[in-house]
Each structure stands twice: as structure tokens, then as C-alpha cells.
């Protein structure tokens, strides 16, 4: 079965500060692999996925992620965060079924 | 266009007590799931569907039942409630034809609570 890890539980940054927040995964072929963010008290949203080609991919509110298959790993990555980024990060990710799997998550607190 | 709904928004039932978890979605997605979310664990997959009147296990099954008898709808049942269902529910829908080519599309959750 697919495993999903998050390298960070709870990262606590001031505004301005980057953001770095690590995923790697366990499945050795074709993957999908996204990033859903929860903000305080509301449903998962989809921040950026990648499916294919370019390995750097950008998505809303000014996220990336690279894609390193080498290294297994999906980083998800905002070079100056602000209070409004103070959420849940999941990491997920689909081996060709039905089904994703998702890490445990990291919470990420921004001070203002 | 509501999305993915979800009915209730909460609860609190005693041990042993059951009760239906509902999720609707009006985007004519084929896929739908049903995940439960605990502290420090991200997102477990109960059950899913892959299309009306279809259901299969996913990783935390047990003590749970579905049903998706008509498209729009995904009930998730609980027979004898357990504190170790305490939890956040999630429901969640995808347009079908290869997961990985689309996003799921989550409900706002239903927070249960088993004394």
C-alpha cells in the first residue's frame, strides 16, 4: 500500500518568511500527486496537483511544489507566507486507482 | 451549484447507538468517498464508490457501512456506535475516468462525537 509521509507536524513562521513543507511518498511507479490545504473550520481545497511534465508546478495563492522523482519527494514551497496561509497542509497522493492516500498533515501557525 | 453537502454538520450519540451519515453532490461525479479525519493522522479512506450501486472497502472499514443507490448520494452508516468513531467525516466526490486526472471535491465535514 501506498504511504504517504509529512516530515513536519506543526511549523510556526512570521509573515514574510518562506515556507517549506516536505512530502515523500512510497510508490516506486507512475504517480499523481497533490497538495489540499484545510483552512480553520472548513472543508479540504486543492492547492496545486502534478500529473505530468514540468516538475515545478504552481498553484493558487502563490504555492509550489517540485517534483523530484528521484527522491520520492512532492515539497511544497511559498517564498513569503502571510497570516491567511495559517492552516492544515495535506499531501496526497494516487498510484493509478481510485483512491488517494494522504499524509498526517502539517500544521502551519503564522505569526503577524 | 452547492458542491459536495453533507448532513449533519454535527452530533453526539451514546455507545451502541446508530445513525446515517449523508452526503450529496450535484456535479454528476462518478466517484465518491467517504474519509475520517483524527489528530496527528491525516485522512483515512472508510469506504468509496466508483459508480451507482458500487461500493468497496477502503483502509479503516470496519464498523461502518455504505450505500450509493442513486449517483448523487453516499450514506455512510454506523450500526453500533464506538468512541473509537469519535471523529471528523468527510465526504468526497470525483468526476470519474482515472482519479488521478481530476481533483476530489470535499464536503464541509460532519464532527461526531461517542460518549
Known amino acids: 500500500a501506498q504511504s504517504v509521509s509529512q516530515h513536519n507536524h506543526h511549523v510556526i513562521l512570521s509573515e514574510a518568511a518562506s515556507l517549506e513543507l516536505g512530502c515523500n511518498y512510497s510508490y516506486g511507479g507512475t504517480v499523481n500527486l497533490f497538495w489540499y490545504v484545510q483552512y480553520p473550520g472548513q472543508h479540504l481545497q486543492l492547492l496545486l496537483k502534478?500529473?505530468?511534465?514540468?516538475?515545478l508546478v504552481k498553484g493558487i495563492k502563490g504555492f509550489e511544489a517540485e517534483f523530484i522523482k528521484s527522491k520520492f519527494s512532492f515539497n511544497l514551497r511559498k517564498p513569503s507566507v502571510q497570516w491567511s496561509d495559517t492552516a492544515e497542509y495535506f499531501c496526497?497522493?494516487?498510484?493509478?486507482?481510485?483512491?488517494?492516500?494522504f499524509g498526517a498533515g502539517t500544521t502551519v501557525t503564522v505569526r503577524a | 451549484n452547492a458542491g459536495v453537502t453533507q448532513t449533519p454538520k454535527f452530533r453526539v450519540l451514546k455507545t451502541g447507538q446508530s445513525m446515517t451519515l449523508l452526503c450529496a453532490q450535484d456535479?454528476?461525479?462518478?466517484?465518491m468517498y467517504w474519509y475520517r479525519q483524527d489528530p496527528g493522522m491525516g485522512l483515512r479512506l472508510i469506504h468509496y464508490s466508483v459508480g451507482e450501486g458500487t461500493t468497496a472497502k477502503g483502509e479503516v472499514p470496519d464498523g461502518y457501512n455504505v450505500s450509493r443507490l442513486k449517483k448523487q448520494n453516499f450514506l455512510l452508516g454506523l450500526e453500533s456506535a464506538a468512541p473509537s468513531q469519535t471523529s471528523v467525516y468527510f465526504c468526497?466526490?470525483?468526476?470519474?475516468?482515472?482519479?488521478?486526472?481530476?481533483?476530489?471535491?470535499f464536503g464541509p465535514g460532519t464532527r461526531l462525537t461517542v460518549t
Open positions: 502534478y500529473f505530468s511534465g514540468d516538475p
Open positions: 496526497a497522493v494516487n498510484s493509478g486507482d481510485y483512491k488517494l492516500s
Open positions: 468526497a466526490s470525483n468526476l470519474g475516468g482515472g482519479v488521478g486526472l481530476n481533483e476530489q471535491y
Open positions: 456535479m454528476n461525479h462518478e466517484y
